[in-house]
């Protein structure tokens, strides 16, 4: 709504104060996002000069806030030419709640550099950069934490506190209320807002004594006085819509015919389109060259017959008037293909990509002496040795070993964890067998892949294109914006349904982020396209589930789903196998008994498997059988380690949605020791808030006790109990009970980890989680969270191994959105990614790491049968010094991730890229980073000519090269005494031009 306004108006100053993410006194900090947007506004609103236009919530009207004039002198103003002192910036950027040395890639991180520090301040929309010089602010940039890019310079940025909370703790007691900040404000407000305010009310009235409440929240008495000032709006006004033209069995020709039609009204056309592409195709079907305007006032003037607009309008409308103005939007015309307006939200990195740079901390593998653990970075500098910064490695034993910041090329990531692998002997002894077997295992699977591949990519399929009209009927009925990732993983299926090659795609998205949408929009183009489908999920329960979500997406289109599971009615059963024979049954939904030999299937074009981490690979082998040359559509938030692997490795097609629905917050997980103060804590505290709770058990014989357990803490809880043993129409009753709130607490087996999307439930309690699988607990913490309420997730365990509760740590760690796919790559770390072509579960990608395994796999693919050997270093032994200053780049980590990523350079131009990507990060290069940038280039020019080593003394510089690298006659200036070019004479001149002129009398 504020980009609409705003581009309407954009004289309009347009702010948008967001609700607290957290429930009444649940005593928890909101996310930083929200946090920093909301003291963003509040400073703007209390100092503002001009009217704004605010855009809010009943919530946030609800609550206490700082007064208006306690915002003055609060925050800092940063300005190009004022004095700069890192002393003095630190301690205020600390104070107003921001984190020092965190990297500005989330609200509220500081990185101080040696030239400039990047902030991502509270409201911004990205970070900045500011440099200084001779103590003065000289530049101030928004840039882009992707590639470093400058976006644009400012001449002033105000750095507001991370939270009114944090900014105003000392003067609790003065509390205002937004009304306040606008006491001259005009409200108006939605139909809803009376009814919504009062059910708020309801749930702070319950949630605290009236003393606390009326500290913390606008009394009922407040809200009502405040009421009397509202003007709300009608619940329904005048609406005149634009046709939906995709719908149309011939789009094009309906749009040319309404768009001649208005014409003849005399008529203005604006066509909106939230990106420049989606217009270019308006602009091809209409047969219309509209002009482009910049803004709602140039579209609309006077004088104007047509133009278009960058504008993210969801649907079109008409203006009435003597002139109508009609706005035809890119979802009119395309349907799902337009690019939808994406709300505001962080998308937190997945933890998945395969980034090869190695961390602190973390184990790695060194190519030639084997898994270590990365200790960090070591100075090194004595009389007459060049000072330099080396890599220090930590092995078997406790030995460490320091070796050269190019080594860092040899140097993989490996694991954030060690898991079952043991760390390596640092002269490489107990390496080098497992090393050896392996590379010759690699060869074997690139041959086999490769066949696989090949064959895949032969094989013909139909080609499963879906009739428009009906295919943008199906999805007109999906209620939100689909994210960024959803959509680009939709076009991935649909591309490869069409492709007339066997689909075999595996995607991957957290927990509520949306694959059912992918599954559903796969399902209906293949039976648009005239084939049928299975979705096969690993519990009845997930199936019934999956059913009525399928029956009312296809219900518009009059196809029935059918519900095929060991649990059916024989009946029943029989009938829905008759009807998948004869092909009049178009879907079916089912668990395992789909890969029953009793069921045939008329024409089958697409099997979907949801969950499949909970099929073994016996299953997973039927399963591909049920279409051996047709599609198959995978789905996991927590991908096995030998799915995962193979997506990393081309084995299978990925796609990854990473990006989180916009009112995901994290859910709070705390992993506690099993106690009945403990249990009734958590269950009584949702109880207060109107919500449910489930409670999670990891055995059957575990229900009925803890059901006394919990009813003589706490009585006054209405409790169901569900497992798998009960039967199916228990199973659905007792599931719709809770739905439907009839109970607070749903206790249950893991059943209930897929498949259920409640979102009063916003509590869960696993007891025994020591007993159930990393990837199954972020399932079942998954239950919750679902509706945009702060959640909690509680694990309560009696104690188990080191290595037990250093897997429920990991759960504390990744709690955050997209953690999944984090904690599917530690699960790789701590079980192995198994073999890509067996069932077993410890191979070859374990003795390599999954980076480092993927990348030999992919160059074998290649068909560079030599990548190993073909993987050695110069060494350089120079009288200047090799690093990069820590008061230039002062974080280690930061410094790390350079010296690695110059190693990995293969290019000059890459090496350039980077040497000007650390010129715009970190401001000028000190003389020391300018050698370092100019020793990396000389490395690469001694690797290109076989040099295996270069010496360079006062008195003669010397080169070993490769055996077979050396020329039979070279220049009469050098030496030469086997493989090693020796050049004698003492120079004057800078140590890299004389080894420039080296290189070249060795090139004549």
């Not at 599971?565 to 008759?578: D, H, L, N, P």
């Amino acid at each position: 709504m504020a980009s609409i306004i705003q581009l309407l108006e954009p004289a309009c100053e347009v702010l948008v104060y967001p609700r607290l993410n957290t429930l009444p006194f649940d005593l928890l900090e909101p996310s930083r996002d929200i946090a920093g947007r909301r003291s963003s506004v509040l400073r703007r609103l209390a100092l503002m000069k001009k009217p704004v236009l605010l855009i809010t919530t009943v919530e946030a009207l609800m609550e206490r806030l700082p007064r208006p004039a306690e915002w003055s002198g609060i925050g800092m103003l940063l300005r190009p030419g004022e004095i700069y002192s890192e002393q003095n910036f630190e301690a205020r950027f600390a104070a107003l709640g921001y984190d020092l040395n965190d990297s500005p890639d989330y609200p509220g991180g500081v990185l101080f550099h040696g030239n400039t520090f990047e902030i991502f301040p509270a409201g911004g929309r990205g970070p900045f950069r500011v440099e200084h010089s001779g103590g003065r602010i000289r530049r101030i940039a928004a840039f882009n934490p992707l590639d470093q890019e400058v976006i644009s310079e400012l001449k002033e940025l105000q750095i507001d506190p991370m939270s009114e909370r944090a900014a105003f703790k000392q003067r609790a007691r003065n509390k205002s209320n937004m009304f306040e900040y606008c006491a001259r404000a005009k409200w108006i407000a939605d139909a809803d807002v009376p009814k919504h305010a009062d059910t708020w009310l309801g749930t702070i009235e319950d949630a605290a004594p009236r003393a606390e409440r009326d500290r913390a929240y606008v009394s009922r008495r407040e809200w009502d006085l405040a009421l009397k000032r509202i003007a709300l709006l009608t619940p329904t006004g005048p609406y005149q819509g634009t046709p939906e033209f995709f719908k149309e069995a011939a789009p094009r020709k309906a749009l040319r015919a309404f768009i001649e039609d208005v014409r003849h009204g005399d008529a203005r056309i604006v066509f909106a389109a939230a990106v420049e592409a989606d217009l270019r195709l308006m602009a091809g079907m209409s047969g219309v060259k509209a002009d482009r305007a910049a803004d709602w006032a140039q579209a609309t003037a006077r004088g104007r017959r047509e133009a278009s607009l960058l504008a993210g309008f969801d649907a079109g409308f008409v203006i009435p008037g003597r002139k109508p103005i009609v706005v035809i939007t890119a979802s009119d015309v395309l349907g799902s293909r337009a690019h939808q307006p994406q709300p505001a939200n962080w998308a937190w990195s997945p933890g998945f990509e395969t980034v090869d740079l190695p961390d602190l901390g973390s184990v790695v593998v060194h190519l030639q002496r084997g898994l270590a653990r990365l200790g960090g970075l070591r100075s090194m500098g004595a009389a007459g040795v060049s000072a330099r910064e080396m890599v220090r490695l930590v092995f078997a034993g406790n030995d460490a070993v320091l070796v050269p910041l190019a080594e860092l090329a040899l140097t993989w990531p490996y694991a954030s964890e060690l898991g079952d692998t043991s760390l390596d002997k640092a002269d490489g002894s107990s390496w080098r067998p497992r090393r050896a077997a392996a590379e010759t295992e690699i060869h074997v699977v690139a041959k086999e892949l490769a066949k696989q591949m090949s064959q895949r990519r032969r094989r013909p399929a139909p080609k499963l294109v879906p009739r428009p009209a009906s295919y943008e009927k199906f999805v007109a009925r999906f209620p939100y914006f689909t994210t960024v990732d959803q959509a680009k993983a939709i076009r991935e299926v649909l591309d490869d349904l069409a492709s007339g090659h066997p689909m075999d795609r595996i995607v991957c998205g957290d927990v509520g982020f949306g694959k059912t949408e992918v599954a559903l929009r796969a399902a209906a183009a293949t039976v648009l396209a005239g084939k049928q489908v299975a979705v096969v999920v690993p519990t009845t329960v997930l199936a019934r589930q999956h059913v009525e979500t399928f029956r009312k997406r296809f219900a518009t289109l009059g196809i029935e789903v059918g519900n095929l599971s060991r649990v059916a009615a024989t009946a029943e059963a029989r009938s829905m196998r008759e009807r998948l024979k004869s092909g009049e049954l178009k879907v079916v939904v089912g668990t395992l008994a789909l890969v029953s030999k009793e069921v045939k299937f008329a024409d089958l074009g697409l099997v979907i498997i949801d969950e499949e981490q909970h099929f073994g690979a016996a299953d997973k082998a039927l399963l591909s059988s049920l279409n051996r040359n047709g599609h198959r559509l995978w789905m996991s938030a927590t991908p096995i380690p030998r799915t995962l692997a193979a997506g990393l490795t081309g084995l299978r097609d990925l796609s990854v949605i990473a990006t989180p629905p916009v009112h995901r917050v994290p859910v709070v997980t705390k992993v506690a020791p099993l106690s009945d103060i403990a249990i009734a804590a958590a269950l009584v505290r949702e109880h207060r808030r109107n919500g449910q709770s489930f409670v999670v058990c990891p055995r059957i014989q575990d229900l009925d006790p803890m059901l006394a357990r919990i009813h003589t803490l706490a009585p006054e809880l209405q409790i169901i109990a569900l497992h798998g043993k009960l039967s199916a129409d228990e199973i659905e009753e007792r599931l719709m009970a809770f739905v439907e709130g009839r109970a607070d607490v749903l206790l249950a087996t893991n059943i209930v980890e897929s498949g259920l999307d409640i979102p009063r439930a916003n509590t869960i309690v696993v007891c025994w989680p020591e007993k159930f699988g990393l990837a199954q607990l972020h399932q079942l913490r998954g239950r919750v969270g679902r509706g945009g309420i702060r959640a909690f997730a509680h694990f309560l365990t009696e104690g188990g191994s080191e290595r037990s509760e250093k897997r429920l740590s990991v759960l504390e760690e990744l709690n955050r959105p997209g953690a999944g796919f984090a904690i599917s790559a530690r699960d790789l770390d701590l079980r192995g990614g198994g073999d890509m072509l067996s069932n077993r579960q410890s191979g070859h990608v374990q003795v390599f790491g999954p980076t480092l395994y993927a990348h030999l796999l992919n160059l074998a693919l290649e068909g560079d049968r030599d990548a190993m050997s073909a993987l050695w270093i110069p060494e350089l032994n120079l009288p200047i010094a090799e690093l990069l200053p820590a008061d230039y780049v002062q974080s280690e980590a930061v410094r790390l991730e350079i010296y690695a990523r110059a190693a990995r350079c293969r290019t000059q131009d890459e090496l350039e890229d980077l040497e000007d990507e650390t010129l715009r990060r970190f401001g000028a290069l000190p003389s020391e980073a300018i050698n370092f940038f100019a020793i990396a280039r000389l490395r690469m020019i001694c690797r290109e000519r076989g040099i295996m080593r270069l010496d360079v003394g006062p008195d003669a510089i010397a080169a070993t090269l490769l055996p077979g690298r050396t020329r039979r006659s070279c220049s009469a200036l050098l030496q030469r005494d086997g493989n090693r070019i020796i050049y004698v004479g003492r120079s004057n001149e800078p140590v890299l031009q004389r080894v420039e002129q080296f290189i070249d009398l060795l090139d004549d």
